[in-house]
């Protein structure tokens, strides 16, 4: 009896073998606090203390408009809003189609794509967010235009792979940075290069 009471109890005491969970990183945000980009472009807007702009550096620089290209770059979450600027001259059809185009490329991967309009008349901007829900490259896009002269795409992206999961209170965070953008978004008359 005894026996069985020592085997029994050694046969109780295996560890649990079962797989844990993925566990993440905790992500200190900081405080939201914005500065005012006004110099030397065809728009101005609010962009985060957090962040620095840099001039574009890409394969495309040989539009008319690329010097008004540029980075809102996140170095603390290794991200980057890619916004490029393109001057409408009877081509607003076009442009609307193409940042369309370019957020549903995303869609073999999205789960969802919401799209959220903002409306500015006073400032005349007007503007269409896309969430991209999923394991995309963008998460987050956007366009904006004052339907005449002024166009603007943005495009956020992370020097990661993927994860929606991991990523989801990132991109919930700059995604509130980014509708301050649009939302403090001013059109400046600068001639076109």
Aim: glycine share 2%; proline share 5%; hydrophobic share 35%.
């Amino acid at each position: 009896m005894v026996l069985t009471v020592f085997f029994a109890a050694i046969a109780g005491c295996k560890p649990d073998y079962s797989p844990k969970p993925r566990a993440y990183f905790r992500i200190d945000l900081p405080t939201k606090q914005y500065q005012h980009l006004t110099e030397g472009y065809p728009y101005s807007f609010d962009y985060p203390v957090y962040a620095r702009i840099n001039q574009y550096q890409g394969q495309w620089k040989n539009t008319d408009t690329a010097d008004y290209w540029i980075n809102v770059e996140i170095p603390q979450f290794r991200s980057r809003l890619h916004l490029t600027y393109k001057t409408v001259r009877n081509n607003l059809k076009d442009l609307i189609e193409d940042a369309h185009s370019y957020a549903y490329k995303h869609s073999v991967k999205a789960d969802a794509i919401i799209q959220s309009e903002f409306s500015n008349r006073e400032a005349r901007v007007y503007s269409v967010l896309f969430d991209i829900k999923g394991n995309t490259a963008s998460s987050v896009q956007f366009y904006a235009t004052d339907s005449i002269r002024h166009f603007l795409r943005g495009a956020l992206y992370f020097d990661c792979e993927p994860n929606k999961d991991s990523l989801a209170p990132v991109k919930d965070f700059l995604r509130a940075d980014i509708e301050k953008m649009i939302e403090t978004l001013n059109w400046r008359n600068l001639p076109i290069k």
